[in-house]
């Protein structure tokens, strides 16, 4: 078949998933007991398998199965925790270690920090993702979620003549043409406005290479899970170019097919994509390219 095969600078782990998954390997080494993890560790069904394997249990505040938490220690994974869980796990005995992101800590301070101002504190981001929900559980009062420039216009006809001065917090992996939408509704219509901008620039980095690799390729590949807001996100940044793209969870989905004719094949992650992940895409695609 013949082609050659293009990889992003960044194209697996961000600096907090990294963070994360070391902090969880030191927590787990030497460990007897049980290590728990309150929801998966991160986005990616292949590491949170390879966790699985290695002792780490996910839990569920909600589920009914609870274990005995006295004594365990739980990871708070990359996208935080609401104040309400993390005093539960407290009172269940529960020895935390935190693992959150500091980007995301910066987000949930900023949403503190306007709450304890007197701001209406606006949230952009999608409020089922577990980073939303941390950031609005932290937060020592009422705080509103926009997901789209539709859901800011409708706050601004209900309640923006009478909010005030307004915050507003990014979720850590939203785009940044959705927060400048979403801000041109407010700003024509909120007097006092403070934005507190905590998108990861690493994840804009990511979207940058990926956006102009896949301007150059007959084909790209984005390794993640389809569980991943930010990997299905860098997929259809690719799309939009107008190459094919496709989003796998691991190598084995490749279908030969899909290279007939390229002739550059460009490869990305997401970031909670490990290394060892676009290592084995790689080895997969060279296969295919030399068949």
Same mark, same amino acid.
């Given at each position: 078949?013949?082609?050659?095969?293009?990889?992003?600078?960044?194209?697996?782990?961000?600096?907090?998933?990294?963070?994360?998954?070391?902090?969880?390997?030191?927590?787990?080494?030497?460990?007897?007991?049980?290590?728990?993890?309150?929801?998966?560790?991160?986005?990616?069904?292949?590491?949170?398998?390879?966790?699985? @394997?290695? +002792?780490?249990?996910?839990? %569920?505040? %909600?589920?009914?199965?609870?274990?005995?938490?006295?004594?365990?220690?739980?990871?708070?994974?990359?996208? +935080?925790?609401?104040?309400?869980?993390?005093?539960?796990?407290?009172? !269940?005995? @529960?020895?935390?270690? %935190?693992?959150?992101?500091?980007?995301?800590?910066?987000?949930?301070?900023?949403?503190?920090?306007?709450?304890?101002?007197?701001?209406?504190?606006?949230?952009?981001?999608?409020?089922? $993702?577990?980073?939303?929900? #941390?950031?609005?559980?932290? @937060?020592?009062?009422?705080?509103?979620?926009?997901? #789209?420039? +539709?859901?800011?216009?409708?706050?601004?006809?209900?309640?923006?003549?009478?909010?005030?001065?307004?915050?507003?917090?990014?979720?850590?992996?939203?785009?940044?043409?959705?927060?400048?939408?979403?801000?041109?509704?407010?700003?024509?219509?909120?007097?006092?406005?403070?934005?507190?901008?905590?998108?990861?620039?690493?994840?804009?980095?990511?979207?940058?290479?990926?956006?102009?690799? @896949?301007?150059?390729?007959?084909?790209?590949?984005?390794?993640?899970?389809?569980?991943?807001?930010?990997?299905?996100?860098?997929?259809?940044?690719? $799309?939009?170019?107008?190459?094919?793209?496709? !989003?796998?969870?691991?190598?084995?989905?490749? %279908?030969? +097919?899909?290279?007939?004719?390229?002739?550059?094949?460009?490869?990305?992650?997401?970031?909670?994509?490990?290394?060892?992940?676009?290592?084995?895409?790689?080895?997969?695609?060279?296969?295919?390219?030399?068949?």
């Amino acid at each position: 078949m013949g082609f050659q095969i293009e990889i992003t600078g960044d194209s697996s782990f961000c600096p907090g998933v990294e963070r994360a998954f070391r902090i969880t390997e030191e927590t787990m080494s030497g460990q007897a007991n049980v290590t728990y993890s309150l929801g998966p560790l991160i986005h990616n069904p292949a590491v949170v398998s390879r966790l699985a @394997a290695l +002792g780490l249990k996910t839990i %569920d505040l %909600d589920s009914a199965e609870l274990p005995d938490l006295e004594g365990a220690q739980v990871l708070i994974r990359s996208h +935080g925790i609401d104040t309400e869980s993390e005093r539960r796990l407290q009172e !269940l005995g @529960a020895v935390l270690v %935190d693992a959150t992101c500091p980007t995301v800590k910066r987000a949930q301070r900023a949403a503190a920090r306007f709450v304890e101002e007197g701001r209406t504190v606006l949230v952009l981001g999608s409020a089922s $993702h577990p980073e939303v929900r #941390s950031i609005v559980g932290r @937060a020592p009062g009422p705080v509103t979620v926009l997901e #789209s420039p +539709g859901d800011a216009s409708r706050w601004v006809e209900e309640k923006g003549a009478s909010a005030g001065r307004v915050g507003v917090v990014c979720q850590t992996t939203i785009a940044r043409d959705l927060r400048d939408s979403v801000l041109a509704v407010l700003e024509g219509s909120v007097r006092d406005l403070e934005v507190g901008d905590t998108i990861c620039e690493a994840v804009l980095k990511r979207r940058e290479e990926a956006t102009e690799l @896949a301007g150059r390729v007959d084909v790209m590949i984005v390794v993640g899970g389809r569980n991943s807001s930010n990997t299905t996100r860098l997929a259809e940044i690719c $799309h939009e170019t107008g190459v094919p793209t496709h !989003l796998i969870e691991n190598p084995s989905e490749l %279908d030969p +097919g899909w290279f007939e004719s390229a002739r550059l094949v460009g490869v990305t992650g997401g970031a909670s994509t490990p290394a060892w992940l676009i290592k084995e895409t790689v080895g997969r695609l060279e296969e295919i390219s030399a068949a």
